[in-house]
């Protein structure tokens, strides 16, 4: 078994640019350059690239610009919608769409959404105007963020939300929880306007959307928990956040992607379990799998779980607390997906069907994980020696986010890669 290590540059990733750039908790855009370049080396047979958790699509993105024909799936349908956005939609027709985007702003929020929401906009106006001017008293912002109502959905307001069509999504279920009030507004017409184009335009609208949401979500690196006004610091960082302008971001990005063009077709695209793409795929020996699952418990669903419900705008139920007799404060979707990779019971089971799969398909299988993660190095090698597989094991060291926390921690990141 061989092993290389290696420590990465901290801050060359940062202002790496590419169109959908997100903040994305597990995201490999800091090494997805040397997992290809070590795929490359070790298989120099492949031609074919399966991301098959794909997240944000870093990896494949690296892979299909070294020349491989790409596929791409995951199983959160915000992923999917990354996805499709990233590498297989058409951009043509996205510079008539920034011009009509450009004009949102200037949208009566009294006539869309009452003029109950719109003083509510002109009370949040004032807020961050006398933050500006460093006159803010941050306990009547809190208690202005307290006082802003969000619904607690019933089975019966969902219903007539269904039938309304009315998008008011976001300033019902998250005004000044996840975003500010304007910002809720500006996703409501932003979600509107992708549904009133063709399907590619809709995709990238909502792609767009969906990466700036990661920038100016009200919280540290994640959607798991918002932050509320506790002090006058906290306070200044939630109104940065809160000041945001998602229209104009997402402007930026649809600029950016209207210059790239589809490096892979629409059917290479899937958004289910890995084991339904892999076999809708039926790789062979040309194909390499990689395989970048959660490392651990709670990973994704929890964490992203707006992303989904922006994408799937469904005015879903939220999570119930029953301590409490009250929605969850994290004002989680119901259903949500939980990997089995993230469950200390599932996870073995989870790999041997991937080493099972790769192996009657006779395709090679490449592994990130950390050394943090559910199984240990040797559990999971031994998993792929039991289906035939040898595992050779590459090493780099990357920090992880303490998720907001003082905590974060130089990892070591495997890249097991696995051959027959
Ligand atoms: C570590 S992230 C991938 C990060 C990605 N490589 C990137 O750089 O952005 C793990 C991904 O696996 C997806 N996932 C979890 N369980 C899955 C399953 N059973 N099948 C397919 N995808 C799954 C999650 O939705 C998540 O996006």
Known sequence: MKSSQKQVDLNAYAKKLVP????????KARISNWVIHEIMKSLPDTDCFIDAFAGTGVVGAEAAKNGYKLYANDIQPYSYCILQSMFAQPTKGLSKVISDLKK??????????????????????????????????????????????????????????KTEKNY????????????????????????KAASQYPENISYHIIAATLAVMTYSVSSTT????????????????????????IISN??????????????????????????????SIKPNINHVIYVDPPYFKEHYSRYYHVLDTFCLYDYPMLTYNPRTDAVTSGRYREGRIISEFG???????????????GASHKTNIVISYAETSLLGKNELIDIAIGYGYKADTKEIIIMHSGQGQPRNNLVKEYLFICTL
């Open 343 to 357: 469950l200390k019971s599932s996870v073995r089971k989870a790999f041997s069907d991937l080493f099972k799969l």
């Open 250 to 279: 997402v402007i930026e990005r649809l600029t950016g992607l209207s210059k790239t063009k589809p490096t892979t077709s629409t059917d290479r695209i899937f958004n289910c379990d890995f084991r339904s793409a892999i076999c």
């Open 104 to 161: 949102l702003n200037a949208i009566s929020i009294s006539s869309m959404f009452g003029p109950h929401i719109a003083a509510f906009v002109e009370e949040e106006d004032l807020y961050f105007s006398e933050s500006k001017k460093e006159k803010l008293n941050w306990k009547k912002y809190r208690a202005f963020c307290e006082g802003t109502p969000v619904v607690t959905p019933t089975k019966e307001f969902i219903l007539s939300k």
């Open 222 to 245: 994640h959607l798991a928990q918002y932050l509320r006004p506790n002090s006058d610091s906290s306070t200044k960082n939630l109104i940065n956040k809160r000041s945001i302008d």
């Open 20 to 27: 959908l750039r997100m903040q994305y908790l597990g995201s």
């Open 168 to 191: 008011d999504l976001f300033i019902n279920y998250y005004a000044n929880t996840y975003f500010g009030v304007r910002q809720c507004i500006q996703l409501d017409l932003l979600r």
